[in-house]
């Protein structure tokens, strides 16, 4: 391999980021970018897409579509042939005992975390199987592995992204293709904020430990594309080193 290979495993990859506006996204969609793929940012928000875009230059394209919109990630795929999927778009909304729940923030987790995986999975399929090879990439949790109090419907969706990935390893063998769940603990990201609706709040998700950040999962979701092609990494599971499990965080307060 020569230097120029080795800076750029992945020149010549057509990558698509979901949920590339913020956290998780932004940082794959930027590691993707230094790794050498041209990569197609995908969001709601449309002006934050457009800066990141412009700051990873030449190649780098975006469109703005809602996951929950089965006709808008088809249409996302239509005229593009992406052979790096990153299927990142996902929330939270609310921490509250089932009988306590909000049902629109249900809807809204169970069409954003399951139904976005599955729209931009099945759109995604024609493509990676008629190139007979390439990569799909689903963002679970360790909250799709362990469920906590207040989790219930989140939990849930995440265990549902889980069962995705598995299905898609036995519908699609033999094609080529390659699947990875991408499981990570705590990150600090605008997750949080999202899910809570208030920064004080937020910040004590985090408070007294050190989470993930972005960078490391993007790191993580790089590692697992750049593989040659007969190895499949299919599950990666990272914690801070200060979470035990979804329920116990140490807290030294550094
Ligand atoms: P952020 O809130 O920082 O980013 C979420 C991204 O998803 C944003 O770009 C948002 O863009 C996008 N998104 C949300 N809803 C939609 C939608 N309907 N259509 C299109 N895009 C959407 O959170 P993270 O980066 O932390 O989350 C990324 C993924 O990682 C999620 O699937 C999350 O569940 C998962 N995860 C996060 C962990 C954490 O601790 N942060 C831990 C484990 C997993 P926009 O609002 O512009 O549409
Ligand atoms: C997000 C991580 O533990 O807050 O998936 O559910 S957690």
Redesign the pocket.
């Known amino acids: 391999m020569n230097d120029q290979q080795a800076q750029s495993p992945l020149a010549g990859r057509r990558a698509v980021v979901?949920?590339?506006?913020?956290?998780?996204?932004?940082a794959t969609a930027r590691a993707l970018s230094a790794a050498g793929a041209s990569v197609h940012l995908?969001?709601?928000?449309e002006d934050?897409?457009r800066e990141l875009a412009e700051e990873l230059g030449p190649g780098t394209t975006c469109a703005a579509?809602?996951?929950?919109d089965a006709a808008a990630v088809a249409e996302v795929f239509a005229d593009q042939a992406f052979d790096l999927v990153v299927a990142?778009?996902?929330?939270?909304r609310g921490v509250a005992p089932l009988h306590e729940g909000d049902t629109d923030d249900w809807a809204d987790m169970i069409?954003?975390?399951v139904k976005?995986v599955l729209h931009t999975a099945r759109a995604a399929l024609p493509a990676l199987r008629a190139a007979g090879r390439g990569d799909l990439v689903v963002?679970?949790?360790?909250?799709g592995r362990q469920v906590y109090p207040g989790g219930n419907v989140?939990n849930a969706s995440?265990h549902a992204v889980r069962a995705i990935y598995e299905a898609l390893r036995l519908d699609e063998f033999g094609s080529g293709v390659r699947f990875t769940t991408v499981?990570?603990?705590?990150?600090?990201?605008?997750?949080?904020?999202?899910r809570l609706g208030d920064q004080e709040a937020a910040d004590r998700v985090y408070d007294g430990m050190t989470?993930?950040t972005?960078e490391d999962?993007a790191d993580a979701i790089c590692y697992a594309v750049t593989r040659p092609p007969h190895v499949n990494i299919g599950e990666i599971v990272l914690w801070p080193t200060e979470q035990a499990s979804t329920r116990d965080v140490h807290r030294s307060g550094h």
């Open positions: 979901t949920g590339a506006s913020s956290g998780i996204g932004r995908v969001a709601r928000r934050r897409l579509a809602d996951v929950r990142n778009a996902g929330l939270g069409d954003t975390n976005g963002l679970g949790s360790v909250a989140y995440k499981d990570p603990g705590l990150v600090e990201t605008e997750f949080s904020l999202v989470p993930l972005p999962v």
